[in-house]
C-alpha cells in the first residue's frame, strides 16, 4: 500500500465535502423544526450546528427509569435481573440489599447485627429473598453463601468503602451537570470483596 500528498489531499477533500453536505441537511431539518414550533431559523448559529456535527458521533442518550418503574414486579427488568442471577456477578447483592431491606422493615434491624442470632437470621434473610424473587417471578435462587456474607457483615460501614462510593456518586453528579461523558445508566452495584462492579438497567 503506497500514498502520496495528491492522494491524500484528494481523500481528504472527499471528507470534507461530505462533511459539508452533512452540514447542510442539518442545518434545513433544524430550521423545518424551529418554524415548526415558532422560534426564529436563526435561533441556533452556523457554529453551533458545525460543532454539533463534529461531535454527533460521540452523543449518546440515556434514558433512565425510575425507582418505581424498578421497584415495582409490574414494571421491573425481571428478565435482566434473572439473567445476572444465573450468571452469578454482582447483583446477586443487589437482590440481597432489596431483601435486607425487607427483613429491616420486618424486624426493625440490620441481619447479623445480633451475635446470637446469626444462624436465625441467615433463614430469615433466605426467606425474605425467596419471596422477593417469588414476587418478580424469577425461579433462579441466590447462593448460601452469598446469603451468609450478607449476615455476617452486620450492616457495617466501612470507611474505604464510604469513600469510594462517595466519589462515585460525585463523579456522576458532575457528569450531569456538565453534560459531558455518559453517565451511569440505572443501578450500580459495587463489590468491595472482589473490587468488581456492574451496571444494569433494572
Known amino acids: ?3 502520496d500528498s495528491a492522494r491524500y489531499i484528494q481523500l481528504l477533500q472527499v471528507y470534507q465535502e461530505k462533511a459539508k453536505q452533512d452540514i447542510e441537511a442539518v442545518k434545513r431539518r433544524a430550521k423545518q ?18 460543532m454539533f456535527c463534529k ?23 425481571c428478565e435482566g435481573l434473572a439473567m445476572h442471577l444465573e450468571s452469578a456477578d454482582e447483583l446477586t ?18 441481619p447479623g447485627v445480633l451475635d446470637d442470632q446469626m ?5 430469615l434473610l433466605k426467606s425474605c429473598t425467596s419471596t422477593f424473587l417469588q414476587e418478580l417471578a424469577i425461579t433462579t435462587t441466590v447462593n448460601d453463601d452469598c446469603i451468609h456474607e ?10 474505604s468503602m464510604a469513600s469510594f462510593l462517595g466519589g462515585t456518586a460525585g463523579h456522576e453528579v458532575v457528569k450531569l451537570v456538565t453534560h459531558q461523558f455518559v453517565p451511569f445508566n440505572n443501578t450500580f452495584v459495587y463489590n468491595g470483596m472482589t473490587g468488581s462492579s456492574v451496571t444494569a438497567q433494572l
Not at 96 to 108: N, S
Not at 119 to 123: I, K, M, R, Y
Open 1 to 3: 500500500m503506497t500514498s
Open 33 to 50: 423544526l424551529l418554524r415548526s414550533v415558532g422560534k426564529a431559523e436563526d435561533s441556533i448559529s452556523d457554529d453551533e450546528i458545525k
Open 55 to 77: 461531535n454527533a458521533s460521540f452523543l449518546r442518550v440515556v434514558r433512565c427509569r425510575s425507582l418505581r418503574d424498578e421497584y415495582s414486579p409490574s414494571t421491573a427488568n
Open 93 to 110: 447483592y443487589y437482590v440481597l440489599l432489596r431483601a435486607v431491606e425487607r427483613f429491616r422493615e420486618k424486624h426493625g434491624r440490620l
Open 119 to 123: 444462624d436465625a437470621d441467615v433463614s
Open 150 to 159: 450478607m449476615c455476617r457483615y452486620g450492616g457495617a460501614e466501612l470507611h
